[in-house]
């Protein structure tokens, strides 16, 4: 038999393979032997349950003799994810969190003796050892990547693609990282029997099965975000330095401040990556050539922040800051506060709404501000439109052209050269159904429960142009998400936070600034709090230099923190 002939020698079975060796790696003794030290030793009897789904504190395990199979919970019966067997390891990215609720079960196979290593023990070993820290880091990602793929983890979601509220959720969801199992009202009519039988009707979806235990009507993503472990916060605790906002910015923050030894804490209000999350592909970011997903480079960095030892809590927002003494407070919805030594202020921005009649009432139901997979799903096959002249407008743009039959791109200037790189601007016209209409907007929203139509006018006025259209993607310009600083700090006159040498001696006199030195480069008009990002006056509004201001704005932190 040939080279070509072997079955392992096709090209995407060799592939297959290999992804599944950096996914289920098998350690070698002398790695066996570096972990042993942080370990204690376990035994378990054939079918004994190793941890169960929903348990708190799960530690690390690796299999020395034995196989651990790692289950899924389906009712009364188990579905198995993977086994692992000698030389391998359980967990995935919620290993390195202070999160600790798993979403697998795992049951010894036969006699099962295995290494058992405690979370922070694990955390130390990671920023200590490279060669395992990259295999365990490699695998943990590759293993939640997966998971989401399958759609199997401890949350189950009932809903209706006609439902703003079930969209909501999957982006959440999707943009956590969490894996769930989605189940349709409008596709599955047995679905809707068994909703029926527990007297929940239309109104009830979306419905959230939490890991078999919480029935969820119609949950907020603070709720849902409670149900998984995502938002737990210590509020005994005096943090050095709390980060409002995990996207570029504060994540890059988060990584440095904790990587230098900075006890952190970052409190996001949705999920991380801020807006460029929702990117569908960024490709002038330095290092990926091909270009990488927002959300894909947020989930990087979210691992890499917490392998560091960050704390981050997600559906969590900051409403109001406390900022008189030198000790700062955070108030959150809900009640809960932090306290922190330093703060820095990463909220970013958000899309206009634009002055439109039933805007509110099509949003999620036809219209949206984030342009990911699961928006992409609802378009497959129809026109949709996009609104705005910027970067995210046109990485929108060129993404849904790979779904929609057609995207109308509407922008009120007369073109995209003052608000585009050049190199999208080129990705749009060799675009064949992306067809771009300058000095545009729209002017009405029609439609019942959904939008079904939308009409614009363009520079020639007219009675507008009105077409069966019902996605619209919103991303025009940008206001800075500063409701909650309540004039702790001073900002310009469109609510961006001004910095350093932007702050003037009036202004400082005025906020009473106390120190004989000005303020350091991201530093506010009050002492020990910074800002960095798409929140700050200035800004250039770039994911790198969004992370750039987040490492720099570290080593300021660290000379206010030794005042």
């Known amino acids: ?39 204690r030793e376990r035994r378990f009897a054939s079918g004994e349950l190793v941890f169960d789904q929903g348990a708190e504190g799960i530690p690390f395990f690796v299999v020395v003799e034995g196989a651990i199979a790692i289950l899924q919970p389906d009712g009364g019966a188990e579905e198995v994810v993977v086994v692992h067997e000698a030389g391998q390891f359980t967990g995935d990215v919620d290993m390195l969190s202070q999160r600790r609720r798993t979403v697998v079960r795992g049951r010894a ?20 050892d490279a060669e395992l820290s990259e295999i365990f880091l490699r695998a943990f990602i590759l293993r939640r990547v997966e998971l989401v793929a399958r759609g199997q983890g401890g949350l189950a979601l009932v809903g209706s693609r006609h439902s703003a509220g079930t969209l909501r959720l999957q982006e959440f969801l999707t943009r956590n990282g969490r894996p769930y199992t989605y189940l349709d009202v409008d596709l599955d009519p047995p679905v809707r029997e068994l909703l029926d039988h527990f ?14 235990e919480r029935v969820l009507k119609q949950p907020t993503v603070e709720e849902v975000a409670e149900c998984l472990g995502l938002n737990a916060v210590d509020s005994s605790a005096l943090r050095d330095l709390v980060v409002v906002g995990a996207g570029p910015a504060g994540l890059s923050t988060a990584v440095y401040a904790a990587s230098e030894g900075l006890d952190v804490l970052v409190l996001e209000a949705y999920a991380p990556g801020g807006q460029a999350g929702s990117s569908s592909k960024i490709e002038n970011y330095l290092g990926f050539p091909t270009g990488i997903s927002g959300l894909e480079l947020a989930g990087r960095a979210f691992v890499q922040a917490e392998k560091f030892g960050a704390e981050v809590s997600v559906a969590r927002t900051a409403v109001r800051l406390a900022c008189a003494g030198r000790r700062f407070r955070l108030e959150l919805a809900g009640g809960d506060a932090v306290e922190a030594r330093s703060v820095v202020i990463a909220s970013g921005a958000e899309y206009r709404r634009p002055d439109l009649a039933d805007l509110a009432r099509f ?130 006159d469109k609510g961006f936070v001004k910095t350093g040498a932007d702050l003037g ?49 570290v080593q300021l932190v660290h000379r206010v923190l030794a005042e």
Request: proline residues 4%.
């Open 363 to 492: 949003e999620g139901a036809g219209v949206y501000y984030g342009a990911t997979k699961v928006e992409a799903r609802l378009c497959s096959g129809e026109e949709v439109i996009v609104v705005g002249g910027g970067n995210s407008a046109g990485q929108a743009a060129v993404f849904l052209a790979g779904e929609a039959r057609r995207v109308h791109m509407l922008v009120r200037g007369s073109g995209l050269a003052e608000s585009m790189s050049r190199y999208l601007i080129r990705r749009i016209e060799e675009t064949p159904n992306i067809e771009l209409r300058t000095r545009t907007r729209i002017v009405a929203l029609d439609g019942e429960s959904q939008l079904e139509r939308v009409t614009w006018l363009d520079a020639a006025g007219g009675d507008g142009t009105t077409a069966e259209v019902r996605h619209v993607f919103m991303m025009t310009g940008a206001r800075p998400n500063t409701g909650w600083l309540a004039g702790c700090v001073a900002v310009d």
């Open 199 to 212: 007297h929940l009707g239309a109104g009830d979806v979306p419905v959230v099965i939490c890991r078999g």
């Open 505 to 553: 001696a009036e202004e400082l006199r005025a906020a009473g600034w106390p120190l004989a030195r000005r303020p350091f480069l991201f530093e506010t008009s009050r002492p020990g709090i910074f800002a960095v990002g798409d929140v700050r006056a200035g800004s250039v509004k770039r994911v790198a230099a969004a992370v750039g201001e987040g490492s720099v704005c």
């Open 1 to 39: 038999m040939t080279t070509d002939e072997r079955p392992d020698a096709h090209p995407a079975a060799a592939e297959t393979s290999a992804r599944d060796e950096q996914m289920f790696p098998h350690l070698t003794a002398e790695q066996i032997a570096r972990l042993a030290p942080f370990a």
């Open 109 to 128: 196979q036969g006699a099962t003796r295995a290494l058992e290593i405690d979370r922070d023990r694990l955390r130390s070993l990671v920023q200590t």
